[in-house]
């Protein structure tokens, strides 16, 4: 009986571990956006494959909680508090903004950002390779390409003496952009004509006010007011026959003229990734800064052809994908 009565409680001592890591309540990643559910698809998606391939699916072993500012930076200290008061496992930072947001929030929980402005600069790490503290993420380097973006649209208009340049004066990458922008402008001997809004009927302001200037082109910030709204920035380039440059390609996608920047998808995968990670024990202090390394060139003929430009065969060639 007493041998019986042994087994039986070690059997009961060998199962309660089991039962109560069963009971363990699921890791909750926070996502903390400057802009909405529905313009941060792609973001969402990219992040859910990197969160699969360490394993978590999302409503299987993970939760996601979302977020949004709806694109109004004051919001976002608000947002980040509720997600410590929330106790998330991880939060997922979307734009310099909402990083510093984060960061100010907590020190305990980590952070994994997506940022186009160099983490350094902003004092979001130390270093890339050690990040310290309870941050890392990925650069998507679109701040460093601003005046490459600023080449490839006078390349493809030459004539032009001026350039614009749409930003949002509130976001903490327009400084950045405007310095990279400046010096790119001064090399090729071009004005650049700074265009500011700070909601959707300033963006219709900026595009109608250098409508009058006829056909001057446009360098489109990398703000998420405006990479967020792909088909409204095409439209209006259109009505007012503008040639622009925007970030993603989904503006060439969506009948913009060419875009030069990062695989969005593939930097939210590897945000994906080392949220992943670090919900299964990894710091991320050992988890260096991922620098994109690889940007798109796209270029949509049938938008060239409709603003009666040429593109050069030279930066044709150099394109990675031409929409005809």
Not at 14 to 28: E, F, H, K
Not at 78 to 91: E, G, K, W, Y
Request: positive net charge.
């Amino acid at each position: 009986m007493r041998r019986r009565k042994f087994i039986t409680l070690l059997g009961g001592a060998a199962a309660w571990p089991l039962g109560a890591r069963a009971q363990q309540p699921m890791p909750v990643i926070g996502f903390l956006s400057l802009g909405a559910l529905e313009a941060d698809t792609s973001r969402m998606n990219g992040l859910r494959r990197g969160l699969a391939e360490i394993g978590y699916v999302e409503g299987q072993n993970v939760a996601i909680e979302y977020r949004g500012a709806q694109y109004q930076y004051d919001r976002l200290p608000a947002l980040a508090a509720d997600l410590v008061n929330r106790q998330v496992s991880v939060i997922v930072a979307v734009s310099t903004q909402g990083t510093l947001a984060a960061k100010a929030a907590t020190n305990t929980i980590p952070i994994v950002f997506a940022v186009g402005g160099d983490p350094v600069q902003f004092g979001l790490v130390t270093s890339f390779n050690r990040p310290g503290g309870n941050i890392t993420g990925v650069y998507n380097l679109n701040t460093g390409v601003m005046g490459k973006r600023l080449e490839l649209l006078h390349e493809s208009v030459p004539p032009a003496r001026v350039v614009g340049y749409l930003a949002n004066p509130k976001s903490a990458v327009a400084g950045p952009e405007t310095k990279e922008l400046h010096e790119a402008a001064r090399a090729l001997g071009v004005e650049l004509r700074i265009l500011n809004a700070t909601n959707e009927g300033e963006i219709d302001t900026a595009f109608a006010t250098l409508a009058k200037e006829h056909s001057v082109p446009l360098v489109i910030s990398t703000d998420n007011l405006f990479t967020d709204r792909p088909v409204r920035l095409v439209m209006l380039a259109a009505r007012h026959a503008i040639p622009a440059i925007y970030p993603y390609r989904w503006f060439p996608t969506a009948g913009g003229l060419m875009s030069y920047g990062a695989d969005l998808a593939d930097a939210y995968r590897q945000v994906g990734n080392y949220a992943g990670r670090i919900v299964k024990g990894a710091k991320p202090t050992d988890l260096p800064v991922h620098q994109v390394v690889k940007v798109e060139l796209i270029i949509n003929l049938k938008t060239a052809r409709a603003l009666g430009l040429t593109i050069p065969l030279p930066l044709l060639g150099r394109a990675d994908e031409v929409i005809e």
